[in-house]
Each structure stands twice: as C-alpha cells, then as structure tokens.
C-alpha cells in the first residue's frame, strides 16, 4: 500500500469551502483524510510547510499537437510541460493534422497519453470532418471512443445551419460544444486588435465584433436547441455581457477565458514581438477589466490556458506571417498569482476555484477537489518565491511566450497525479 503524507500546508479546497492549515494523506492514489497533526510512520512524507496545498488545477483546452504537429509538441513533452505547471488534468484540442474527427483518432491521442503517463488527457473531437465547417463529424462515435467534448477550435463553425445540427445532434451525446467564436468575414486576416494601437502599428486590425457577432448568434442558437455550450477564450467585455445576459436567461451556457487576455492589452503589441500574436488578439485595457470582473463573478467560469506551442520558425517572421499563439502551460499559475492574487483582484481561493474546480465541473470530470475518497490529484503551490520565467527552461518544445523573463511568484513545486508525484521542485520526473 503506498502513503504519501503532506504535513503543514495550508489546505484550500473551494469544492468544500475548505481553507485550513493540515496535513493531506494519500493512500493507494486516494485522498484519504485531512485533518490536523496525522501521524503516519510508514508513508513517505513532504514538509509543505508554508505551501498551498490545493485539488490539481484542470486545463480544458490546450495543444498538444499530435498526430502531425510534432515539430511544435507531442503529447509526451506536452503532458510534461503540463505537469510543470501544476495541472494534473488537461483537454487537448482536435486541431491537429489530421483532425481528431473519429474515434480512431480519439483513441490514438488516448493512447499516446497513457504511455506518456504524466497527467491525466481527455481529448476533444472535432465538431465537423477536417474541421472545415461543412459536415457533422462521427461524434456519437467519438463519445464512445473517449472524447469529453467537441469543437473546431482554430476555426468558427461558419454555417449557422451546420451549428445547429451540431447543437441538435449534441444531445445524442450529452457533451458539450466548444466554440471558438470569430467571423471570419469580419477577421478579414486581421492581426491585431482593431483601433488606435493597430492603426498605429500599421497592422490589419480583428475588430471586437467578429467575436461579439459569432457569440450572439450562438447564444441564440442555444436558445433554439437547448445545447450545452461552452464559449472558449473569451476576449470582449461585450462578449462577457452578452453570457452574463444568456446565464441570467437560464441558458446552459458557460466560457473560459486565458491567462493572456487577464493580464495583457494591446499594448504589449507594440514591440511587435511575434509572441504576442494570439487568436482571439489581445484587447483594450476595458476589456481586460471586464473579463477580471467576469471571472471573479462566475459570469466567465474559469481559466483555461489555449497553451498553443509554435516552433521558432512559425514565429521568427514579420508579424502578419506569424502563427497565432502562446506556450501557456508553464506560466499561468504563476502569472494569474502575481497578476490576480498578490494585485487582490482575486482571492487564491477562487483561483484556485477557477482554475481546478470550476473547469472539472463544466465538463464533467472527476477532479477538481480533495473530499475524501477522490483521486489524489494534488498541486502544492510555493505562494512567495519570486522567481523570472525562463523559456529555455520550458518542458514544452513551445518556447514561445510574451512573459520571458517576468518575475513571478506563486509556481508550482509538486503535482500528484493519482498519488504519484509526477513533478517535484520543478523537475518532472520521468515515468
Ligand atoms: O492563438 C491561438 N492558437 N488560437 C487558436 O484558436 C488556435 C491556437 C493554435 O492552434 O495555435
């Protein structure tokens, strides 16, 4: 029977209310109490005095970039990079080449992760064949074969028609879409937020509408069918209202936003630093504001990181060529704890909330809390050591990140992942 015990840690678990200086034991892969001064001779011990001792943080959509995209990712160094970063459960995405859009290929990525066996990998299928809008994937198929939701991320679903057959035919599944909502029409090959900074800049502006419009229609198509929708990266403080009005309504709507869009404007564009090229563009200091005031009411659900790793050639380019994109895995706990927590826009608790307990709920996974009896999915945070990011040091092949040298605190130091520490002191251990 192997015990792992962590003594003195301060303990915050949102999903039972719980923040509490105690000691967490785990047995056989299962949280098996937490209570105050457990004396347990024969577990191996951890002092995380000091440390914040919280369920494993849960990333629902990210790249890992293969089949296909190996130079940029593989689901190997992908689920490493993951569990660098503190999470312990992540949902990668069908972009890859070709699409996840059959069960065959659900079942590859599933297999792939399992013999990478770092965190635990959920994939998404995609919503139409190829993701190219025009037909409905095998998603009956794909449920079956283990996929947890589906989308066409890195595209909108263009037709209105095709979204609501989508929508229509989602309930056979009873899993959820994820829209990545741009009118591509609107886009118009715009590489930056629309207004005075690109205009400046002299680069093609994505205007906030094309976000805004493609929302609002799938908002309405919810209304229609009664799907569970789920909006990805969401980047307008008039998309935030748009959701905060479809949630007053009862509609089973929910969104995500990045740590990116919490924590730069386009302001960061100027330098014209290719790192800072992202889809949805990063937007105005009010929208920024917005999408905090949003997640901190639960109108904006949770985090989820859209860690998309690019190879150094899809980035070294003049901007316009540049791939869109941020290598997130690695920087967002530390990023939204310096940025969020120590700034007192959000309590660590409700980042945590956002970051591990809400994602787990909206997509109906088993994690996102430390009851007795749960897998022991488990991150220690160190809350005060203030250390710079450094890319070259990334387990993600994507080196491509605008937060390089940022001093940051709050990084993670362990992740368990069904109580095996998978990452410890930053160095994630090989399986
Ligand atoms: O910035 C982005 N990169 N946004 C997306 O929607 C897709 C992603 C990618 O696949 O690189």
Known sequence: MSKLLLKGGRVIDPSQAMDLVAD??????????????????DAECRDVTGKIVCPGLVDIHCHLREPGLERKETIATGSRAAAA????????????????DSPASIRYVRDRAEEAGVVRVYPIGAITKGSEGKELSEMSAMADAGAVAFSDDGRPVLSSRIMRLAMEYSHITGLPLIAHEEDLALVDDGDMNEGY???????RG???????TMIARDIILVRLTGARLHIAHVS??????????????????????????????????????????VNPPLRTAADVEALIEGLKEGVIDCVATDHAPHTVEDKVVEYHFAANGISGFET??????????????????????????????????????LAVGHDADV????????LAVDKNSFYSKGKNTPYHGRLLSGWPVMTIVGGRAVMENRVVKES
């Open 24 to 41: 967490v034991l785990i047995e056989d892969g299962k949280i098996a109490a937490v209570e105050k001064d457990i004396a347990a001779a």
């Open 379 to 386: 991150t220690v945070i160190d809350p005060d050591t203030i």
């Open 197 to 203: 900074v690109s205009t400046v800049l002299g680069l």
């Open 85 to 100: 970063g503190g999470f312990t459960t992540v949902m990668p995405m069908p972009n890859t080449s070709p699409v996840a």
């Open 206 to 212: 994505n205007p906030a509408a094309a976000e805004e």
């Open 332 to 369: 967002a706990l530390p990023v939204l704890w310096t940025e969020l927590v120590k700034e007192g826009r959000l309590s660590e608790s409700e980042l945590i909330d956002r970051m591990s307990c809400q994602p787990a709920r909206i997509m109906g996974l088993p994690a996102g809390s």
């Open 236 to 277: 307008t403080a008039h998309g935030v209202e748009m959701i905060r009005g479809a949630k007053a309504e009862g509609l089973p709507v929910t969104a995500e936003v990045t740590p990116h869009h919490l924590t730069m404007t386009e302001e960061a564009v100027r330098g014209y630093d290719t790192n800072t090229k």
